[in-house]
């Protein structure tokens, strides 16, 4: 998966849901940051691309990237 994320200049930010591979995965985007959290059984991993860097994901643990403009 790819996230290329932009807000509107109006908008502050956004937060949706969605399955990935049979997981749910957590998207929170605001001016500053991008925030993904994988669920799913404890240990479970996945890998996505964010602005086009590669970032590890673990179930149940948030992880925090800086955007960049």
Avoid: K
Avoid at 23 to 29: F, I
Avoid at 44 to 52: A, C, D, H, K
Wanted: charged residues 30%; proline residues 7%; glycine residues 12%.
């Amino acid at each position: 998966m790819t996230l290329n994320p932009w807000l509107p200049d109006d908008w502050d930010g956004i937060r949706f849901r969605l399955r990935w591979r049979g997981r749910p995965l957590h998207v929170a985007v605001d001016r500053t940051h991008v925030e993904l959290l994988l669920g799913g059984p404890a240990g479970g991993s996945e890998e996505v691309v964010v602005s086009g860097e590669a970032v590890s994901l673990t179930a149940g643990e948030p992880v925090r990237i800086v955007r960049r403009r």
